[in-house]
């Protein structure tokens, strides 16, 4: 059974990866249905910025016995008002906004993003067949 990823939107780095990132860290598989927003996000203590590509979607299929990243012990589902409550913990303000833009109805068509996408769901087939 498909389950809607309603919680968490999920977070793309630098690199559009979202379905192969998703699987390697959740063990979960991704499938995107619309693009979110692209954000970008300077830190104020240090001299790095960041990009994040949103995506929304469903994830289908759960591989339980798959390991996760390295560092990474356990995926969590948790609500938009959790994260709110645990912010010092988050990589940064980014991934509250991503998630208010997803709650606010926020969807583009993966249109935008077509090659990149394509270019996703081949990785995450590769990497799932490894």
Same mark, same amino acid.
């Given at each position: 059974?498909?389950?809607?990823?309603? &919680?968490?939107?999920?977070?793309?780095?630098?690199?559009?990866?979202?379905?192969?990132?998703? !699987?390697?860290?959740?063990?979960?598989? /991704?499938?995107?249905?619309? !693009? %979110?927003?692209?954000?970008?996000?300077?830190?104020?203590?240090?001299?790095?910025? /960041? !990009?994040?590509?949103?995506? &929304?979607? #469903?994830?289908?299929? =759960?591989?339980?016995?798959?390991? !996760?990243?390295?560092?990474? =012990? #356990?995926?969590?589902? /948790?609500?938009?008002?959790?994260?709110?409550?645990?912010? +010092? =913990?988050?990589?940064?303000?980014?991934?509250?906004?991503?998630?208010?833009?997803?709650?606010?109805? #926020?969807?583009?068509?993966?249109?935008?993003?077509? =090659?990149? %996408?394509?270019?996703?769901?081949? +990785?995450?087939?590769? &990497?799932?067949? +490894?």
């Amino acid at each position: 059974m498909a389950r809607p990823l309603i &919680s968490l939107v999920m977070i793309v780095k630098n690199e559009a990866r979202g379905i192969r990132e998703t !699987l390697e860290e959740t063990a979960w598989t /991704f499938e995107p249905h619309a !693009l %979110v927003g692209v954000y970008l996000w300077k830190h104020p203590d240090r001299p790095k910025t /960041f !990009l994040r590509v949103t995506f &929304s979607g #469903r994830v289908t299929h =759960h591989d339980p016995v798959r390991p !996760l990243d390295r560092g990474i =012990h #356990r995926a969590l589902w /948790f609500t938009r008002d959790q994260l709110a409550a645990r912010s +010092e =913990h988050l990589r940064s303000p980014m991934v509250l906004r991503c998630i208010d833009d997803y709650l606010r109805g #926020r969807r583009f068509p993966l249109e935008i993003v077509d =090659h990149v %996408v394509e270019d996703m769901a081949s +990785e995450a087939q590769a &990497s799932a067949r +490894e």
